[in-house]
Nanobody, 120 residues
Framework: VQLQASGGGLVQAGGSLRLSCVAS????????MGWYRQAPGKQRELVAA???????NYADSVKGRFTISRDNAKNTVYLQMNSLKPEDTAVYYC???????????????WGKGTQVTVSS
């Protein structure tokens, strides 16, 4: 199983970016998918998550600015980021909790990360 994230880049404060992450490989089903971020010198933190049924959860710092969505048919999760701030600068990682076997519990997979840089 692989998670491939894309869409990061450099943007000015107030701008927008859209991240995408596709899960591929031997996937039976996907539970929650989400985005985390890690800024230099800080711990990795949850940005947003979405269940297979569409329930969402956001960090307080991004509520009202970021929107997470997913396309279950494409095993893809998106993160629309609007009104970006310099403090949103970080490496963004996608995560999926999924079943890759009928004989074991679900487990977490991580993408390699994509850099988001917001200039002031």
């Amino acid at each position: 199983v692989q998670l491939q994230a894309s869409g990061g880049g450099l943007v000015q404060a107030g701008g927008s970016l859209r991240l995408s992450c596709v899960a591929s490989g031997s996937i039976i089903s996907i539970n929650a998918m989400g985005w985390y971020r890690q800024a230099p010198g800080k711990q990795r933190e949850l940005v947003a998550a979405i269940t297979s049924g569409g329930s969402t959860n956001y960090a307080d710092s991004v509520k009202g600015r970021f929107t997470i969505s997913r396309d279950n048919a494409k095993n893809t999760v998106y993160l629309q980021m609007n009104s970006l701030k310099p403090e949103d600068t970080a490496v963004y990682y996608c995560n999926a909790n999924l079943h890759d076997s009928y004989y074991s519990q679900s487990r977490d997979y991580w993408g390699k990360g994509t850099q988001v840089t917001v200039s002031s």
